[in-house]
């Protein structure tokens, strides 16, 4: 009886110790952990199908705080390592499409108060049926480069270019009316003309944050 206790206690030992052999040799396969946006790396452990991941080096590399109540570890992330991973990426500026079309909108509305000023300029006849055909090409252009806003900054700038073709409108409106009454117009008129300075400060704001590509209301468009 003693020797079948003996040789029990030896088959019970060997069958402890192998599971824990078995492990010790699972366990040998040793991974790196790393997360996008943070530096450093932590250990890896892959133990019977599983990955288990080393809580000092996920500490370092989350720049978090590890702590112990009872038998638990506690974790805690601070902001600053999840938002600067989480942070959103710059917002993109003009699509190239709105950019063309606004491009050719200004073209249009610049070919149009050219030709106003010319005829002023020069005391040439100034009528509806004339200058409408500038006026339709403007409003069309100005709708294609609507269409065409994609992005935030698109967006942001079409009520920029709406308000262009506004002041280009109650412009022109205002010589036709000085030229149906027979009143007078100085060759020079548009030189002093707050609206006309308006619509060439606006010009310049359009025409610089094409060229920057960034969106930016400095007053001149409103």
């Keep these: 009886m003693r020797i079948h206790s003996v040789k029990t206690r030896r088959v019970f ?11 010790s040799i699972a366990a040998q396969q040793i991974n790196s952990l790393s997360i996008n946006g943070q530096s ?5 452990v892959r133990v019977g199908g599983r990955n288990y991941v080393e809580v000092e080096g996920l500490t370092r590399i989350t720049n978090s705080a590890i702590s112990y109540s009872g038998n638990q570890i506690v974790l805690t992330l601070h902001g ?7 942070a959103p990426a710059p917002a993109p500026g003009f699509s190239k499409e709105f950019i063309t079309a606004g491009i050719e909108a200004m073209a249009q509305i610049r070919e149009w108060r050219a030709a106003l000023r010319n005829a002023i300029q020069r005391s040439y006849p100034i009528s509806d049926d004339w200058l409408s055909g500038f006026r339709n090409q403007s409003q069309q252009a100005i709708r294609l480069a609507t269409v065409a806003a994609s992005t935030n900054a698109d ?14 409108n109650s412009l022109t409106d205002k010589y036709l009316q ?3 009454s027979r009143t007078y117009i100085e060759p020079n008129a548009l030189e002093s ?23 930016a209301d400095d007053g001149s468009c409103q």
């Design 13 to 23: 030992s060997t069958l402890v110790i192998l599971p824990a052999l078995a492990v």
């Design 40 to 44: 450093g790396s932590a250990k890896v």
């Design 80 to 86: 600053g390592a999840v938002d600067a991973s989480a």
């Design 155 to 168: 967006k942001g700038a079409v009520p920029f270019l709406t308000n262009e073709l506004s002041n280009m």
């Design 178 to 180: 000085l030229a149906t």
């Design 193 to 215: 003309d707050p609206l006309d300075q308006k619509i060439r400060a606006c010009g310049r704001s359009l025409a610089s944050m094409a060229t920057t590509n960034q969106l």
